[in-house]
Every structure is written in structure tokens, then in C-alpha cells.
């Protein structure tokens, strides 16, 4: 028996298994997507103190979508899969002044690092947008 007829059984795996891959790799969303969408991700601190300010309600707002995020207790925010734009950014929270902040930026496969500071207010009206 020679060695060609062993291999022979074997010769369609490899095309076989690769295309496999092939397949699942194309499948996978994140991976199909991950070259055109962005993100946003900050800090958000008390003006005078410092401190992280949880609870915070930050909008996303730009012409091609709109999202939502909250801080979490060390004051952070993320917001992934945000098409390419500019866009102004809302954060709301009782007993602060609501704060505006247009122009910023997310870039193709990138994370946009963006740190506020909020001021506490003295308004009975403040943390509603």
C-alpha cells in the first residue's frame, strides 16, 4: 500500500475545515462591523470636589443616531457602536447643571475619551434637560 492511498482520505479537509473558518468568521457581527462603527467613554467629576458623580444621564446626540448612557459609581460612561459623526453630548443629574457639549468626535474603530466636570446647582429645576 503506497502512501498516496493513505492521504487521499485526508486531501479534502483542509479546504474543508478552511472554508469552515472562512464562514464563521464572516458570521460573526462584531467582527463584520467592527472597522466603521466607534465609541465615547469619559469621566464624569464634581467641579469642586472632584469626586465621580454617579447617575449621571448622558445623551448622544448627532444626525445619524441617538443613544444613551449612565454612569456607573466611579462616575464612567461607554457608549460603543456609534457611527463616525460629531456630536453634542447631554448630561443630566439632579442637583447639577445640565451641561451641553457639542462637537465631539468618533472615529472608525476607535474609542473617543471624553472627562466633564459638572456643576452643582442651585436651581430647584435643574437635572431635567
Do not use: C, E
Request: aromatic content about 6%; glycine content about 6%; overall charge negative.
Amino acid at each position: 500500500m503506497s502512501n498516496n492511498t493513505i492521504a487521499k482520505p485526508f486531501a479534502w479537509r483542509l479546504p474543508l475545515a478552511a472554508l469552515a473558518l472562512l464562514l464563521a468568521l464572516m458570521s460573526h457581527p462584531s467582527l463584520a462591523i467592527a472597522d466603521d462603527l466607534g465609541g465615547i467613554a469619559g469621566i464624569i467629576t464634581d467641579a469642586s470636589t472632584g469626586a465621580p458623580i454617579p447617575g449621571v444621564q448622558v445623551q448622544f446626540n448627532s444626525p445619524s443616531q441617538s443613544a444613551t448612557a449612565t454612569t456607573d459609581a466611579k462616575g464612567h460612561f461607554v457608549v460603543l457602536s456609534l457611527p463616525p459623526d460629531n456630536y453634542t453630548l447631554t448630561l443630566v443629574k439632579a442637583g447639577y447643571t445640565t451641561q451641553a457639549v457639542s462637537g465631539q468626535s468618533v472615529y472608525a474603530d476607535q474609542t473617543q475619551q471624553y472627562d466633564f466636570q459638572l456643576t452643582k446647582s442651585t436651581d430647584a429645576s435643574s437635572g431635567s434637560p
